[in-house]
Structures are given as C-alpha cells and as structure tokens.
RNA sequence: GUGGAUGUAGCUCAGGUGGUAGAGCACUGGAUUGUGGUUCCAGCGGUCGUGGGUUCAAAUCCCAUCAUCCACCCCA
C-alpha cells in the first residue's frame, strides 16, 4: 500500500469484492429479521461518553481501555460508540417505547474501539445487533437465537460455528458467586498467572476462561456459578434448552462463558469458530433485564445480540470458494469515438429493458485492448457497435464465456438474445 | 497495553561477507489498421517504510520511529 496516506490504525477501506460480502451478510439479517417482524432503528454513531459508563460498566476494559472519548467544541465528554445495545436501550427510555409496546428492533452499523489490531479485530468494525425489550419468558431467547441459526444457515456457515450457552444469573447472584470464588482464589494466588492475578481483585468472574492451564486446573475445585443462580432463573434456563433442542439446534453449555459487559443477566450465548483465528466470536449475545431500569426508564427485561460483519465475512471467505465476484454482465465496445452516442443509446435500451450491469468502455484504443478489458470486467457479453452496425442500426454480440457464435442482430431484437440467456 | 515476525515496482517476491536495484504477474504499444482469454518482442513503472548514525560508499551494518501480520489481552 502507498505508504505516505493511508487509513488510521485499525481502521480500513472494504474494498468491492469484500463489500459485496459484507452486503450480503447485512442483506441476510434484515431479510431474516424482517421475517420476524423485527423493525430497523438508527441510532448515533457518538453518543454522551456517560451512557457507556453507566451502561457497560466503568471497570470493563471496552470502557476504561478502549473507548474512544473526546472533548467536545463545549468541553462536554462524547466517545464513539463501542457497541449498540447501550444507545438502543437509552432511545427505548427517551422515547418511553416500552409504554405501549414491546419493541423488537435491530440496527446495523461501525462500532469503534481502540484496541491493538490483529486478524478479526479491528478499531472501526461492522455491527448488526437485534433488541426485544419487555420480554421475561424464554421464548424470546429461543427467537433471537433461532434468528441467528437462521442466518448462518442462509449464508451456509451453521456447520462452522459452535453455539456456547450458559445461564449467568442476576446481579445478586454473581455478587455471591464473586465473592465466594475470591475466597477460594485467594489462598491460591501466588500460584495464578499474571493477568488473573491482576482479575482477581478487579473482575474475578474472567479468571474462569483464563487460557492458562495452571489456572484451570486451579479452578476445578472452585464454586460453580449455577450453584448461586436462583430457581427460578434455573428453569427459564432449562426451559430454553429445551426449546433448542426440540427445535434441532445445537448448542453446548459453558459453565466458563461469560460476558465482557456488566449488564448482562441469566442466559448468554455465543457462536464461535476455530476457522478465522484467535478473535473465535462471531456472534453473541444475552439478556439485560437491569440495564434500561439503570438507565433510568421504569424496570424492562431486554435481550439482544449482535454479530460481527467483518468476522463472518472473513468466516466465509475462509471457508467458501470465490463465486468469482463480477460486477459487468454486458461490456459496450464502440469501435471509434464516431460510435459513442450510438453506443449510449444502446446502453440506456438495457438498462431500462433488463436489470442486466452495463459498463460503457469511454477510452479510445485499439480493439484487442478494448476486448481484453471486456474479458476481464468478468461480462457475459461483449457488445460491439461500428460504422456498419450503426447504419444497418444493427449490434454484434459476442459471448465471452463460451463458444457460442457472435451475432449480428438488429437493434430492435438485442433485448430478447440478452434476456434468453 | 505486552511479545514475536515482517516492511524493496500496482501485486508476489529475489537481492551471502556494504560498491549505489532485479524477476514474474499486471499495465501500454507492436507482431495482428474491426475481436479477448495462448505465444513472441519492446516499453512504462522504485524517496528499497520514515528519520538519524557509521563509512569514500548503505536496500545491506547500528540506533530510533512508524506501520502491517500473528499471538497475549480483550471481544463482535
């Protein structure tokens, strides 16, 4: 790349073949949620850099470590926006939209955090997220994740991802849990690795997925969370399961999955793969029933996901042949300049007459150039108009991926040749 | 924020022990004045990431810095 500018770190241009994919992807989920009758909002890409503090949690480190924060021109703390659910939650209670209804809702979007980059991790990255606010029984988990499988299934990718579940309780319930996973952690903690040495005096509960085997062996005799979630949350769990299992959804309880932000309540889960790298999450998600009552609105259950584009993108083009990507399906050659207004007649009868992608070659040069550009714009057709053809109001089609024979048609009878293919 | 690897033409890369840059692909033209995908010939194209230092001389050695990739961490 041309060293003297270039995109800011971790930021990045999706050039048009990754594009394509992206939009395919996004095009999926609002097609599947749509199905669902899930509605689209827009939200803010800045937002009040309070809204994250309170929302996610002023000790998680996408808050304290990654967040993009500024002054702004009136020395008032804006950030961008290192996730959706947050701004989704704070326009629930700014337009009191679970007075009357109980919204399901999505949004699509860059999320930004400032992080060290690596293979599907970047600083500026693509969100689809979906909400449902004032849902308590399980079948709205059920829903959300059957939204999920439905995608990845449409983009044929269910077979690479594993979906991790685990139910984490409410507040009380982990409060109890920490503490008594301290206490047991405590007498061990020479023997811990570094980082959860540092976690366990700042946020214990992500000892449990520590990667280091010292600490895990460790852990094998600590308290187990679902020992300190309640009954009822439990059965909802439990129901779940069930709903997932009847309707053939793969899933594995992780005792160790937890989540990254504070608002997180009973069920979480998350789709994983061991194809892209060490960045292994491409989707996840859980509920939040505290967050809009924090938030200050009156007390709401929410539950939601989000997925990351840029890593089921990168999911498929690893584990999917190119359907060589062609952006021309007919290529319009005029033989000289005397040709051009012949040639843009020709043009505008096919795109108003099909839905066919014309591309007008507009330099002047020689015919084998003009040729070799049509065959490497991936065209189905090349079609060449000279002096002759424009007297005889005549067009010569010429097919580019196979053998069939050029044609000399009338101007009149090109669109039907072009549509019976 | 920590660690490892890597930065030479648009792309992929060569350039032992310092002597001032090369190939393939791509692109343009020609062989072939209205027909691509094969071949042959020619041409275009480089602040050797950036800034210092050592030296008569640095892509090459030293220092710093930036960036990229991968992993830790974190997470979508």
């Known amino acids: 790349m041309n060293q003297r500018l270039k995109p800011v770190r ?15 992807i996004e095009d999926t989920f609002r097609s599947v949620l749509s199905g669902y009758s899930y509605e689209e909002i827009r939200l803010p890409i800045v937002e009040s850099k309070n809204l994250f503090d309170r929302g996610l949690g002023e000790s998680t480190d996408a808050v304290s470590k ?3 924060s500024f002054h702004d021109r009136d020395s008032s703390e804006l950030a961008l926006r290192p996730e959706g659910t947050a701004s989704c939650a704070r326009a629930i209670v700014n337009h009191s939209m679970a007075h009357e209804d109980k919204p399901r809702l999505w949004y699509a979007g ?49 077979e690479s991802v594993t979906l991790l579940i685990n139910n984490i309780g409410d507040a009380t319930a982990r409060a109890r849990f920490r503490d008594a996973l301290v206490n047991y952690l405590n007498p061990y903690e020479s023997d811990l690795d570094s980082d959860s040495r540092t976690r366990l005096h700042k946020n214990p509960m992500r000892i449990l997925d520590s990667k280091n085997e010292r600490t895990q062996t460790i852990l094998e005799g600590a308290p187990k969370l679902k020992e300190f979630v309640g009954d009822h949350s439990t059965e909802r769990f439990e129901l779940i399961l069930g709903m997932l299992s009847e309707a053939q959804i793969a899933y594995e309880v992780a005792d160790q999955l937890v989540r990254g932000f504070d608002y997180y309540t009973d069920s979480v889960f998350e789709w994983v793969t061991d ?24 007390p709401t259950p929410g539950i939601g996901f989000a997925a990351g584009v840029d890593r089921i993108a990168l999911l498929k083009s690893e584990t999917q042949e190119d359907a060589s990507y062609r952006s021309t399906d007919v290529y319009l050659i005029a033989l000289s300049e005397d040709q051009r207004s012949y040639v843009s007649e020709i043009a505008k009868r096919i795109r108003q007459g099909t839905n066919l992608r014309v591309r007008e070659h507009t330099e002047p040069g ?21 002096e002759s053809e424009e007297v005889e ?22 669109l039907e040749v072009l549509k019976a293919a």
């Open 10 to 24: 971790g930021m990045r241009d999706i050039l048009p073949e990754d594009s394509a994919r992206f939009s395919l």
């Open 366 to 386: 020689r015919m084998g150039s003009k040729m070799r550009w049509a065959d490497k714009s991936g065209a189905t057709w090349a079609v060449i108009a000279g």
């Open 275 to 298: 194809q892209i790298g060490a960045q292994d999450a491409v989707c996840a998600g859980g509920r939040y029933d505290g967050l809009i009552e924090l938030l200050g609105g009156k």
């Open 393 to 414: 109001l005549n067009v010569s089609i010429k097919w580019l991926r196979s053998d069939r024979e050029q044609l000399r048609v009338p101007l009149v009878g090109m």
């Open 66 to 68: 990654e967040m993009y």
């Open 110 to 158: 860059p999320m930004f955090r400032h992080e060290r980059p690596q293979a599907g991790r970047y600083r500026q990255f693509q969100q689809v997220g979906a909400e449902a606010f004032g849902y308590s029984g399980p079948a709205i988990d059920f829903e959300l994740i059957q939204i999920v499988t439905n995608v990845l299934e449409s983009l044929g990718l269910i």
